[in-house]
């Protein structure tokens, strides 16, 4: 079936500093990806989605780029700032199956 | 646009007690969905409603687990008698859409603990 396994957190890192949590997935067929962000106290939140092979999705600085051949979905960002700590998840789509979602890494950032 | 509204947001019960969890999505989204989350893990989907027909219940623990969405609006989600182990988030979301490539909407989830 699918899933999804995600690097395991805390990670934490100092401000300004180059981030990148790893995602690799298994699957059937060709589901869409995703990364949702969970702020403190907050609900999921979508960050970014990719819908096909090559595809890289974007939003506030953060990037993933859906590789097949590699099944992978690493989400990167050059620059993180303080407001950037929380909790990532990776997750996974198909048109007929229901989201499956990595188990979160948590992101620290120090000022 | 108003988003997911859940209640209550934190509830403490002891074992064998019963909770009800409730959920207004955004308006005019068809699909509904109710999570449990568990410290350190990631949502794992519990029922999702498809207007107010039941789409996927495979993983709702029929036994103690219970949700129902009339009108296909608001939905509440019930556990009776509940566990130690029922301790965890629940999250509700929602979605224009039915399936899994595309954007569910989450609540800011409803924090359970068992005593």
């Known amino acids: 079936g699918n899933s999804v396994t995600q690097m395991e957190g805390p990670v934490t890192l100092s401000e300004e500093a180059f981030l990148t949590i790893n995602c690799t997935y298994t699957a059937t067929g060709y589901p869409s990806l995703f990364w949702y962000v969970q702020y403190p106290g907050e609900g999921l939140q979508l960050l970014l989605k990719?819908?096909?092979?090559?595809d890289k999705g974007s939003n506030k600085g953060f990037e993933a780029t859906y590789r097949k051949e590699t099944t992978s979905f690493h989400l990167e960002k050059g620059s993180v700032q303080v407001s950037d700590s929380a909790v990532y998840f990776c997750a996974l789509g198909g048109s007929a199956s229901k989201i499956i979602f990595g188990s979160g890494t948590r992101l620290s950032i120090r000022p | 646009e108003a988003g997911v509204a859940q209640s209550p947001r934190y509830k403490i019960i002891e074992k064998r007690q019963s909770v009800a969890f409730w959920c207004n999505p955004i308006s005019g989204h068809a699909t509904l969905y109710w999570y449990q989350q568990i410290l350190g893990q990631g949502p794992k989907l519990l029922i999702q409603?498809?207007?107010?027909?039941?789409?996927?219940d495979s993983q709702l623990p029929k036994d103690r687990f219970s949700a129902e969405r009339l009108k296909g609006v608001d939905s509440t989600l019930k556990i009776q008698p509940a566990k130690l182990e029922d301790s965890a988030v629940y999250l509700c979301a929602s979605s224009p859409l039915t399936g899994g490539k595309y954007e569910q909407y989450f609540g800011p989830g409803t924090r359970l603990t068992v005593t």
């Open positions: 409603f498809q207007n107010n027909g039941v789409v996927d």
């Open positions: 990719a819908t096909k092979a090559d």
